[in-house]
Every structure is written in structure tokens, then in C-alpha cells.
T-cell receptor, first 109, second 116 residues
Framework: RKEVEQDPGPFNVPEGATVAFNCTYS??????FFWYRQDCRKEPKLLMS???SGNEDGRFTAQLNRASQYISLLIRDSKLSDSATYLC??????????FGTGTSLTVIP | SAVISQKPSRDICQRGTSLTIQCQVD?????MFWYRQQPGQSLTLIAT?????????ESGFVIDKFPISRPNLTFSTLTVSNMSPEDSSIYLC?????????????FGQGTRLTVV
């Protein structure tokens, strides 16, 4: 069983749409949670951290449900520049990072 | 934050040969991490490079195939030895920096390897 599972997509949405990505993790003792963004042929970069209380940064909202071991990312008012792969990342005890396979998003004009 | 310079950015290699990938970090870090990212797959940790000691390899990866050097706190190399087409992948080095609340991973630009 994979530590982190994501729907790979692809998600193709029109500009201005709202899109949500989901991710589940297998280890209930996982400590920290993140969304990373990876542009085509580029390295992953931190998009935002995910906290139990929820985390909002502009058009992006991330939420964590520890009881269901579930993480989400909501993007409102999608822009063309949001097109990328979004990686769900979980840190387990000992600071080992586990990456999801990523969810591909294409925002269409 | 951390800035990591990784090279080469890409290479096409003949099977049976070896390629060494280099990563230079702009600050001193205890551990550096080497990942592989195959098409449509998640990042898979190959090994953790520790300065002053042998690298720690994850299940499925061995030192003979992926020897690692860590001569100082800002530099590491990963060699992909005796390459086969199955080694075609993106290889990424990474460091982790802890802030007030979170630990963040920073990555090199990646090395896109094609073995023919």
C-alpha cells in the first residue's frame, strides 16, 4: 500500500473555475502535510503547508482531516498559470518525506 | 531557503556506462537526499547522503548501483552505474530545512537521464 495516494487526473478546467484535489495517507502517525507544485520539466516547489485548522493563501485553500487521513487543495478562480502537477507530501516520524504521484492540472483559456 | 545547483540537467547515455550527477548547495546541511522520479510516478527516495559517513540506502537501491559521495556539507554526487534503459528517469537532489513551524524540502533542477 502506498503511503500517499492521489488521483493523477488529468484535470482540465476552464479559466475561472474552482477545482479541488484530494489525497489520502496511510500512516495515522504522520506529522506534517504539504502541497508542492511541479511545473513541466522543473523541480517541485512548496506551495503551501496543510494544518488541521485549514490554511488559506489567496485563491488556494488546503485542509487536513486527520480522522479520515485525508488532505485537500482547493483552487478558486483558476488561472492559466496554475497549470502544473500538484504533489501531496506527507512527513512521517523521522522526517522522511513521502510524495504522491501528483495530480495534473491544465487550465484552459 | 536553499538554492541547489544540480548538473548535468540532462544526458543521453549508452547502456553499460556510468553517469555522475553533482549537487551544490548554497548553505551547509547535514543531510542531502537523492530521489528518482519516473514518468507518472511519485518521487522515490534512493538514499540519504551524510557527511562523514556512508550513505543510507532505501529498500531496492544498493551502493554498487548508486554510489554516493558527500565530501563536505555543501556538495554531493550520485553515480548511476552500469546503466540500462530501465534507469531512464529524472534524478533529483534535495535538502530539508526546518523553520519555526515546518520542514521544507528544496530540490535541485533535476537531471533527465535517457539510457539508450
Amino acid at each position: 500500500r502506498k503511503e500517499v495516494e492521489q488521483d493523477p487526473g488529468p484535470f482540465n478546467v476552464p479559466e475561472g473555475a474552482t477545482v479541488a484535489f484530494n489525497c489520502t495517507y496511510s500512516n495515522s502517525a504522520s506529522q506534517s502535510f504539504f502541497w508542492y507544485r511541479q511545473d513541466c520539466r522543473k523541480e517541485p516547489k512548496l506551495l503551501m503547508s496543510v494544518y488541521s485548522s485549514g490554511n488559506e493563501d489567496g485563491r488556494f485553500t488546503a485542509q487536513l482531516n486527520r480522522a479520515s487521513q485525508y488532505i485537500s487543495l482547493l483552487i478558486r478562480d483558476s488561472k492559466l498559470s496554475d497549470s502544473a502537477t500538484y504533489l501531496c507530501v506527507v512527513i512521517e516520524y523521522g522526517n522522511q518525506f513521502y510524495f504522491g504521484t501528483g495530480t495534473s492540472l491544465t487550465v484552459i483559456p | 531557503s536553499a538554492v541547489i545547483s544540480q548538473k548535468p540537467s540532462r544526458d543521453i547515455c549508452q547502456r553499460g556506462t556510468s553517469l555522475t550527477i553533482q549537487c551544490q548547495v548554497d548553505s551547509q546541511v547535514t543531510m542531502m537526499f537523492w530521489y528518482r522520479q519516473q514518468p507518472g510516478q511519485s518521487l522515490t527516495l534512493i538514499a540519504t547522503a551524510n557527511q562523514g559517513s556512508e550513505a543510507t540506502y532505501e529498500s531496492g537501491f544498493v551502493i554498487d548501483k548508486f554510489p554516493i559521495s558527500r565530501p563536505n556539507l555543501t556538495f554531493s554526487t550520485l553515480t548511476v552505474s552500469n546503466m540500462s534503459p530501465e534507469d531512464s528517469s529524472i534524478y533529483l537532489c534535495s535538502v530539508e530545512l526546518s523553520g519555526f513551524r515546518d520542514t521544507e524540502a528544496f530540490f535541485g533542477q533535476g537531471t533527465r537521464l535517457t539510457v539508450v
